[in-house]
C-alpha cells in the first residue's frame, strides 16, 4: 500500500487553479476516499504562480522525476500537450487530462500507449465539465448496448442560441454578450464552427462502441447561419434551436453529427439554457439517461478533473493502476459510418423568394420530385414595402437526407429565389 500519491500539474491557468483549490479546500475528504496521502509535488507553467517551491517552467523537468505517480495535463491544445501525456506514460506514469482535442484527434495514440506501459489515462473533464457523463457510459452502463447518444455538449454556443431565444436578437450581438460574459473567447471558431462539440461527441462514441471514432467520421455544422428569422419561425411551430451532437447506432453504421437542430419546446433539451450542458444516452437495458449540468467554467471543470484524480490514486495506491485498461478498446476494430447522404429524418426549410403567384407551387413540385413530403407550410407578407421577397418556411416529413439536398440545389438556382435556402434537422 502506497502511503502518499504524487501530483504534477502542467499547465496552470483557470482550471489548474481550481484544481489546487478544490484539493487544498477538500484535502481531509480526498484524502479519505483515496486511503492515502495526496501531494502536489510540481506545477509547471511559463508564468510566474505564487507557489514558488513547486514550480517549473520545463515540463520535461516533471516528466524526468521518479516520485510523480500522476502527471495532470491541462495545458489545452495538440501540442506539446500529447508529447506531455505520451512521454508521461513511457516514463511509467498515469495521466488525467482534461484535453478533448488530443483525445479525440489521438486516440489510437494514447490508450495504444497506455496499454503498451500499463498505464492509465483518466478523461472526464473532456467532455462536459461536471457532469459524470465519461463515468456513466465507461462504468454506470457497462451492461448495456447503446443505442443513441445525443446532447446540448458546448456552453458557449448553447448561450448564444439561449440569448438569441429569450431576448429576440440576432447572432452577432448574442455572441458579443456571451464575450462579456466570459462565456465566449476572444476567438469564438471553435465553438461556433461545431468543432468543440465533434471532438466531444467522438470521444463518446469512441467509448461507447470501443473503437475509435475519428474527427472525420463527424458531419459537423455550427451555428452561424441561425438567424434570428430561424429563432423566430421556430418558435412560430412550437420548436427551439438547440446545437446537437448526436451518435446513432443503425443496421447501416453509426450516424454521427453536430448541427443545429430543431427541438420541440416540451422537451427537457429545450429547457436546458446558457452555460448548461445535458446529454440523453439509451442503452439497450438502461432505457433513457438523463444527465445535466455545468459544462463549462473554472470550478465544474476542476471538480471533475479532482474526481478522476481521486479514482486514479486510490489505484496507484493499491498498486492496481494499469493492471486491467480504463476503457474498452479494440485498435482492430474500425466502426462502420453511415453515408451522411443516407440519413433519415424531418426538416425545417426556410425560403427567401419573390413574391409572386405560383412560388409555392414550384418549390412544392421540386420538393415532391425528389421525394420531399411537406408537413407544414407558413408563409409570411413582406415586412416592409421595400421588401424584394418574402420567407416561405416549410416543415417536412421524414425523408432521405440526399432528396432534400437535391432539391435545395435546384431550387436555390431559380430566378425566384432570393437568397440561398436554410436547412435544419427536426429533432423528435
Known amino acids: 500500500?502506497?502511503?502518499?500519491?504524487?501530483?504534477?500539474?502542467?499547465?496552470?491557468?483557470?482550471?489548474?487553479?481550481?484544481?489546487?483549490?478544490?484539493?487544498?479546500?477538500?484535502r481531509k475528504a480526498i484524502e479519505a476516499r483515496i486511503g492515502a496521502s495526496c501531494e502536489i509535488a510540481a506545477i509547471c507553467d511559463l508564468r510566474k504562480i505564487p507557489q514558488r517551491s513547486l514550480h517549473t517552467r520545463n515540463?520535461?523537468?516533471?516528466?524526468?522525476?521518479?516520485?510523480?505517480?500522476?502527471?495532470?495535463?491541462?495545458?489545452?491544445?495538440?501540442?506539446?500537450?500529447?508529447?506531455?501525456?505520451?512521454?508521461?506514460?513511457?516514463?511509467?506514469?498515469?495521466?488525467?487530462?482534461?484535453?478533448?482535442?488530443?483525445?479525440?484527434?489521438?486516440?489510437?495514440?494514447?490508450?495504444?500507449?497506455?496499454?503498451k506501459y500499463s498505464r492509465l489515462v483518466y478523461f472526464e473533464a473532456s467532455v462536459c465539465g461536471a457532469i459524470p457523463v465519461i463515468q456513466v457510459l465507461n462504468e454506470g452502463l457497462a451492461a448495456n448496448r447503446i443505442e443513441k447518444l445525443s446532447g446540448i455538449l458546448n456552453g458557449t454556443t448553447n448561450y448564444i442560441l439561449s440569448e438569441m431565444t429569450r431576448e429576440n436578437i440576432n447572432f452577432a450581438a448574442a455572441l458579443v454578450r456571451a464575450q462579456r460574459s466570459g462565456f465566449a473567447e476572444a476567438d469564438p471558431s471553435?465553438?461556433?464552427?461545431?468543432?468543440?462539440?465533434?471532438?466531444?461527441?467522438?470521444?463518446?462514441?469512441?467509448?461507447?462502441?470501443?473503437?475509435?471514432?475519428?474527427?472525420?467520421?463527424?458531419?459537423?455544422?455550427?451555428?452561424?447561419?441561425?438567424?434570428?428569422?430561424?429563432v423566430y419561425f421556430a418558435k412560430r411551430f412550437g420548436y427551439v434551436i438547440k446545437l446537437l451532437g448526436t451518435a446513432v447506432s443503425t443496421n447501416d453504421g453509426l450516424e454521427l453529427s453536430v448541427e443545429p437542430c430543431l427541438i420541440p419546446s416540451k422537451h427537457t433539451f429545450a429547457n436546458v439554457e446558457k452555460e448548461y450542458n445535458a446529454v440523453l444516452i439509451h442503452g439497450d437495458a438502461a432505457g433513457d439517461i438523463m444527465l445535466y449540468g455545468k459544462g463549462a467554467g473554472q470550478m465544474p471543470a476542476a471538480s471533475a478533473v479532482v474526481a478522476d484524480i481521486i479514482f486514479l490514486s486510490r489505484e496507484v495506491a493499491n498498486g492496481t493502476a494499469g493492471k486491467v485498461?480504463?476503457?474498452?478498446?479494440?485498435?482492430?476494430?474500425?466502426?462502420?459510418?453511415?453515408?451522411?447522404?443516407?440519413?433519415?429524418?424531418?426538416?425545417?426549410?426556410?425560403?427567401?423568394?419573390?413574391?409572386?403567384?405560383?412560388?409555392?407551387?414550384?418549390?412544392?413540385?421540386?420538393?415532391?420530385?425528389?421525394?420531399?413530403?411537406?408537413?407544414?407550410?407558413?408563409?409570411?407578407?413582406?415586412l416592409l414595402k421595400r421588401r424584394r421577397g418574402v420567407p416561405i418556411i416549410m416543415l417536412t416529413h421524414s425523408t432521405v437526407l440526399a432528396g432534400v439536398e437535391k432539391a435545395l440545389k435546384q431550387i436555390d438556382s431559380l430566378s425566384i429565389t432570393k437568397a440561398k435556402s436554410v436547412k435544419f434537422r427536426i429533432e423528435n
Open 190 to 230: 471553435f465553438d461556433i464552427e461545431g468543432i468543440d462539440t465533434a471532438n466531444k461527441l467522438a470521444i463518446l462514441s469512441s467509448l461507447a462502441w470501443g473503437a475509435w471514432v475519428k474527427l472525420s467520421d463527424v458531419r459537423t455544422r455550427g451555428i452561424e447561419e441561425v438567424s434570428s428569422d430561424d
Open 325 to 382: 485498461p480504463y476503457i474498452t478498446y479494440d485498435q482492430s476494430k474500425t466502426p462502420r459510418v453511415l453515408d451522411s447522404t443516407k440519413s433519415v429524418g424531418s426538416y425545417y426549410l426556410r425560403f427567401f423568394t419573390a413574391d409572386k403567384p405560383g412560388v409555392l407551387s414550384k418549390i412544392s413540385g421540386i420538393l415532391g420530385k425528389c421525394g420531399v413530403s411537406i408537413a407544414s407550410v407558413y408563409q409570411e407578407e413582406p
Open 1 to 26: 500500500m502506497k502511503k502518499i500519491v504524487r501530483l504534477a500539474l502542467i499547465g496552470y491557468g483557470t482550471v489548474g487553479q481550481g484544481v489546487y483549490k478544490i484539493i487544498e479546500d477538500n
Open 59 to 115: 515540463y520535461r523537468e516533471v516528466l524526468e522525476r521518479r516520485d510523480i505517480d500522476i502527471v495532470v495535463e491541462l495545458m489545452g491544445g495538440y501540442e506539446p500537450a500529447r508529447t506531455v501525456i505520451l512521454e508521461a506514460l513511457r516514463s511509467g506514469k498515469n495521466v488525467v487530462t482534461a484535453n478533448k482535442a488530443v483525445l479525440a484527434k489521438h486516440w489510437d495514440e494514447i490508450f495504444t500507449t497506455a496499454r
